[in-house]
């Protein structure tokens, strides 16, 4: 366990900054998009909440926990890693800990990164409320009253999947985060050509992945107990876990064969 | 040497000690934010004003409500005894009741379809849906044609994507005057369906009697209906018994021939109903929108007239057998109706026969072992609609608690009612006034005297009754916005709609 703790480390060390600057990048991509909405007049009655989906944030999102796990996978074609010449061979533990670490770094960076997004959250109602306000006052003589936080917190399906109060939302949002972290684990553990691939059905496996929460959500929320729903469901998680065990497949098989090294 | 030196001074990188700072920081955040969604609720979103006596007179009540702010989360509350507590309802589930929808046709019976089908009249029809490459045409025939023998059929389909159904009949009618039914064929891209001569309900029900009106009284399973009395029958209690799916329907409905083409039958029954009560002759259910609320604690409860106007109550145990009836000394007049409203106590029934002005009539019933123990019936006014009314444990006290509205008006410019609305104005601001309901009036009345309250205050919906921002943009787009209020939760269930 030690030695995986390591490894992780010192990879952490390896990608933490561009995983500063994805964070930052998406810190501005975020308050700008939410902020030229806010200042639409078409959007007039607008609150925090609504507009945070109706601007298309939300999938933006999704598209960036997989950004993440494509950097936290970098760490293995670190070009620092190669001038400290260390390799599968001349790792002190054994090749299996390279997967390990990398899921328990994919662990840690995505889960900052649902953090780090709650944050942005708050921070940008201050401002947002502001735009939306100011912009509600140049076309009406009284003002408007507003959502308080809380409110705006509790309206955003996104923010109800990271600040999880019932059960099967908290295992939704650990379900959505390991399976990003096992995918980049397994990008991290390939080369080449096959690192490529894997790569490819990474997306379409968190894709699939996020797309068979949501219905998951939608059924819950909506309370369709539909046939139709469940065999979507069952279809689409099938599909994600057929992709996830073909990656995993491939990383013991780069692993094995050494290709990494 | 110089590589030992280098060892030395070179600083030594720790790196678990920021990763693992970080993770704690990223789960204190996630942490944090929940805790902030349950603590940081408006805690003061309901307030409690007493303006006459004291709160020693809420003892023996418990009066809940709650505020479904969105599909997902609200808050609910509860003054019992006098206390009033508020908890904030993070993503509520929605309610447990099934979707379903309901049509009534009249339709010519199998046997009589080639008489009629023999002089009906048509011709062909055409037409697309759809834009772009999305765009599908269809097209195929329809007939129209007279006739005085008709059998009314009545379909239920869930509606949540399963179509689930059942099919049943009601009986055959015999008109007075011939009523035009339609047949359509679809040859390609059947959007909408094929079907044999019928028509629909709403068209006809002036002109023909004897249709039997059918009203779902609950949608949860077992979902049971109200059939009306009509054609020779007296009302009575169905319930759905089985449903079909579309596979099943497939195989069970057989094809007719319309003018040379098979279509599927429009009157064979499929799934399963059953009548589990029946009400005497002459008997129906009291008019009223909604039976979700008239419920025991130990089964239903609906109130009948006699068709002299005379209201009688009507006890149902859990599997929709009939208890007791009782007639209440009550009357209602042509064109009122009954509201049932949600009660304070599983065994009492509460509910209003008003005017379509909201004035009329209220009615607050203790019940024990099925039988009525203490009665009170007030008026209400159309000013302050009652939304419960109750009496405390002992008997002694009766709770009235009716909406607290005061008409807000809001200035909207013309330009933006312009751009909005497309109605042009000459003035520039357009005053635009709705009514709000700010809070409940709470009023507590020895049982014996409903003159003067012994005890009387208002729950004051506070912070998140976003009233001006919704009557504003009522005003804007000039139509009446579905504004979302507390509503009192019945004692039979909680704030999630789940029962207790």
């Not at chain 1, 899921?103 to 201050?126: C, E, T």
């Not at chain 1, 949501?214 to 309370?223: F, K, S």
């Not at chain 2, 990763?19 to 940081?40: D, N, P, T, W």
Request: aromatic fraction near 10%.
């Amino acid at each position: 366990m030690k030695s995986v703790a390591k490894l992780m480390a010192w990879h952490w060390q390896l990608v933490r900054g561009p995983y500063a600057v994805l964070c930052a990048v998406y810190a501005v991509q975020q308050l700008i998009l939410l902020l030229v909405s806010a200042s639409d007049s078409q959007r007039l009655g607008y609150q925090m909440a609504e507009l945070f989906q109706g601007c298309g944030q939300m999938p933006l999102f999704f598209v960036a926990l997989c950004l993440v796990a494509i950097v936290a996978a970098s760490a293995t074609r670190n070009r620092e890693r190669a001038q400290k010449m260390y390799t599968l061979y001349t790792m002190p533990s054994s090749r299996w800990t390279l997967w390990e670490a990398q899921f328990l770094l994919g662990l840690i960076l995505l889960a900052g990164f649902a953090a780090w997004q709650v944050l942005l959250y708050a921070a940008a109602y201050f401002p947002v409320t502001m735009v939306l306000s100011r912009v509600a006052e140049s076309m009406v003589a009284n003002a408007l009253p507003w959502n308080s936080l809380v409110e705006e917190l509790n309206a955003n399906p996104l923010m109800q999947l990271l600040l999880p109060v019932k059960a099967g939302s908290g295992l939704a949002l650990l379900g959505a985060l390991g399976v990003t972290a096992l995918h980049s684990a397994c990008m991290a553990c390939c080369q080449g050509l096959r690192r490529a691939v894997v790569t490819l059905l990474a997306l379409f496996g968190t894709g699939a992945a996020y797309t068979a929460f949501y219905i998951r959500y939608h059924q819950v929320i909506y309370g369709t107990d539909a046939p139709s729903y469940w065999l979507l469901f069952a279809v689409v998680l099938a599909v994600a876990l057929g992709l996830a065990a073909v990656n995993v497949f491939q990383a013991v098989w780069a692993l094995k064969r050494a290709e990494t090294a | 040497m110089k590589g030992e030196r280098k060892m030395k001074h070179k600083k030594v990188v720790r790196p678990y000690s920021v990763c693992l700072a970080s993770l704690a920081a990223g789960i204190a955040v996630l942490l944090a934010g929940s805790v902030f969604l349950r603590a940081g609720y408006p805690a003061d979103a309901v307030v409690l004003q007493v303006q006459t006596g004291d709160t020693s007179q809420l003892q023996g009540f418990t009066l809940q409500g709650a505020w479904q702010e969105t599909i997902k989360s609200g808050i609910s509350f509860s003054l019992e005894n006098g206390s009033l507590t508020t908890v904030p309802q993070l993503q509520a589930e929605p309610d447990s009741g099934i979707a379903l929808w309901g049509q009534g046709r009249l339709c010519v019976p199998e046997e009589n379809l080639a008489e009629v089908d023999a002089q009906a009249a048509g011709g062909a029809f055409s037409g697309s849906y759809g834009a772009f490459f999305l765009r599908s045409h269809y097209e195929g025939m329809n007939f129209t044609a007279e006739t005085t023998h008709l059998e009314e059929i009545y379909a239920l389909t869930v509606t949540d994507g399963s179509d689930l159904s059942v099919r049943f009949s009601l009986g055959e009618i015999e008109t007075s005057a011939p009523v035009t039914v339609t047949a359509e064929i679809h040859t390609e891209n059947r959007v909408w369906g094929s079907f044999p001569y019928c028509t629909a309900l709403d068209g006809v029900a002036d002109t023909v009697s004897g249709i039997r009106e059918v009203q779902i009284l609950s949608a949860e399973k077992p979902v049971s209906l109200y059939v009306g009395p009509g054609n020779g029958q007296n009302a009575g209690i169905w319930q759905v018994l089985q449903l079909c799916t579309p596979e099943e329907i497939e195989q069970i409905v057989p094809d007719v021939m319309i003018h040379g083409t098979a279509v599927p039958s429009n009157t064979e029954p499929y799934g399963a109903v059953e009548e589990v009560c029946t009400l005497d002759a002459g008997e129906r259910l009291a008019p009223c929108a909604d039976w979700y609320n008239a419920r025991l604690d130990n089964g239903r409860w609906f109130l009948t007239e006699n068709g002299e106007g005379e209201l009688s109550l009507l006890l149902l145990d859990e599997n929709w057998q009939i208890l007791s009836k009782q007639l209440l000394g009550m009357k209602m007049t042509e064109g009122q109706q009954v509201t049932v409203l949600p009660s304070m106590r599983t065994n009492e029934i509460v509910f209003t026969v008003t005017d379509s002005n909201g004035a009329g009539q209220a009615s607050v019933l203790r019940m024990e072992n099925g039988k009525v123990q203490a009665q009170k019936v007030m008026t209400v006014t159309a000013e302050t609609p009652l939304l419960t009314a109750g009496f405390s444990q002992d008997g002694t006290k009766l709770m009235i608690v009716s909406e607290k509205a005061e008409d807000l008006t809001v200035l909207v410019p013309a330009a933006l009612r312009e751009q909005y609305a497309y109605t042009p104005m000459a003035e520039s601001e357009v005053p635009y006034t709705a009514d709000a309901v700010t809070g409940w009036n709470v009023q507590v009345y020895p049982v014996d005297d409903l003159s003067e309250p012994s005890f009387s205050a208002v729950l004051d919906f506070g912070v998140t009754q976003q009233w001006a921002r919704e009557i504003w943009l009522s005003g804007v787009y000039n139509v009446e916005r579905n504004i979302s209020r507390f509503e009192v939760i019945g004692a039979w269930e909680n704030a999630k709609g789940e029962h207790v």
